[in-house]
Structures are given as C-alpha cells and as structure tokens.
C-alpha cells in the first residue's frame, strides 16, 4: 500500500452546507435571539466526501492473502488514532465480510444488526474465509448481482420495444400470436365502418366482420381486440400456423414453455449476428495480456 493512501482517500473537499433561506425575522426586538452558534441554519450541514475507490481496488489485488497480514498493511497506512483516518476503518466492512461463520457446511455472514444471511446474499465483494484466514473474493454474490442485471436490463428493453409474451409485432398488418402452443401468422385488416341501413332511414348498422384469432363478431370483442393487438380499429381478417422454415427464421418454438424475450427482435429480424472481435493491440502489450 502506498504510504499516502490516506491522503487520497480523505483529502477533497467536503460537500454539504449549501445556503440556506434565512427564515423570518421576528417583528419585536426583544424576540431574536440574544445568541447564535457557528453552525448555518436550518438543516445544511457538512459531510465527508472521501473518495473510496482506490481503497476497493487495493483490496481486490489482495485476494488470497491472510487477512492479518492485509489488516496490518492496512492499519499501518490509515492511523486508527487520528479521526479523520479512522472514519476510513469503518467503511471497511461495507467491501470485506469479515464475520463470517461456517453453518451446516456453508458460510454465511453475521450482520450487524442483527442475523445471518448466506454469504451469496451479503453486500460484499470479498470476505474472509474462516477455514484458512485468508482474505477471498465473494463469487457467488457477484454472480447473482451479475444475473440480476442481466434480467433488470432485459425487462428494460423488453419494456421500451413493447414486447409482450406470446405476440410478435412484424409490421402494422401482420403479427404473430402464439395459441394454445402454437405460432400463428395473424393478419390484421382495419374494423369496417358501419354502413346505412335499408330498412331505417338515417340509421347505421354494423357491417358483419368475423374475427378469425377471437372466433368471435368484430362487435362484440371490442375490448378483448385492443389488449391483443394493440389497437381497437383493427381485427384479425385471416391467421396461419407457422411452418418449420418459418419458425427457425423468427427464431421461434412451438410448446408451453415460457417464452423468453430475445433482445435481436429489436433490431432487423433477418440480420446476421455479426461475431465480436477483441480489441487490437500495436507494439508492446500490457502484461496481464
């Protein structure tokens, strides 16, 4: 560690104490205040703004090393007695699980207000294991946060394309739906208008139009027409059963199953994936490479 880590940790400038709208002044003058302290009014009050990072990235580098020896390196770097350097300390257990019990074969993480907790649901990127002392990095935790972002940015794009389950929007004439299973090629056609009626004069009678996805009158599935194709001025006129050919092309599968949302339907269906090559490198490498 480098002896003025803590001068990079503690040394920027404090935040907080912004100005505050003074309030009203009392009307008598035996009514203020005979004295006020330092401190600004209201509720503004200064805070540390200690810069954490470089404190996260040396505890990563130690990964496999006894947690004494990293507590000592430590505690030789950031004094315990000064103030200032102590409050460093006490963010420690926010990056390092230091409590940490074997429980039935499997280790879990003693809070501090109170329980335990398995050490894949801790907050903590690295622990330290209580079988060797050695300080290790939480695996599990950070696999479980990675997939939890992957399924948080899939609802994501899943909410700003307008995906729905068991419905695929092709263009505004044509969709697929998926019944009882199966994918079908449904094709939409705009609501007829009503047209005059020979028997009453004046009056309007609804043209017969048959919903071939409902198996219902265009007239009567009003409702049940806008939560399954979007729109209430359309019907579906004709549907298809999808063949193979069909169904590996929009990357599909007929059964039960759920029916996962698949980011590529946001771009052009028919678009090759294109494969990713690494970066290039010119001259000297770095030496992790």
Same mark, same amino acid.
């Given at each position: ?22 309030? $009203? ?169 009503? $047209? ?18 409902? $198996? ?74």
């Amino acid at each position: 560690m480098r002896s003025d880590m803590y001068k990079v940790i503690v040394e920027r400038p404090r935040t907080g104490a912004g100005w505050t709208k003074p309030g $009203r002044q009392p009307r008598e003058p035996d009514d203020r205040r005979a004295c006020e302290g330092m401190r600004p009014r209201g509720r503004s009050r200064k805070w540390l703004n200690e810069n954490l990072r470089p404190l996260q990235r040396w505890l990563e580098r130690q990964a496999g090393r006894r947690w004494d020896a990293v507590y000592s390196e430590l505690c030789k770097g950031v004094d315990r007695r000064n103030t200032v350097q102590q409050h460093i300390h006490e963010h420690l257990r926010d990056f390092v699980a230091v409590d940490v019990l074997e429980i039935g074969g499997r280790l879990c993480v003693a809070r501090d207000w109170g329980g335990v907790v398995a050490l894949a649901d801790s907050r903590c990127d690295l622990y330290v294991d209580p079988r060797n002392g050695c300080l290790m990095r939480n695996e599990e935790a950070a696999a479980d946060r990675a997939r939890r972002r992957r399924e948080h940015l899939l609802e994501v794009r899943a909410r700003q394309a307008g995906w729905r389950e068991g419905v695929r929007r092709l263009d505004d004439t044509a969709q697929l739906h998926r019944v009882d299973g199966i994918w079908y090629r449904v094709e939409l056609a705009p609501v007829p208008p009503p $047209r005059p009626s020979k028997r009453k004069p004046g009056a309007c009678v609804p043209v017969p139009a048959f919903d071939a996805l409902l $198996r219902d009158k265009v007239g009567s599935c009003a409702g049940k027409r806008c939560g399954l194709y979007g729109r209430c001025d359309v019907y579906a006129r004709s549907k298809r059963q999808l063949s193979q050919a069909e169904l590996i092309a929009y990357r599909l599968r007929n059964g039960d199953g759920p029916d996962p949302f698949d980011p590529r339907w946001t771009a052009t269906r028919r678009e090759r994936t294109r494969k990713c090559r690494g970066p290039l490198y010119f001259g000297e490498q770095h030496k992790e490479h």
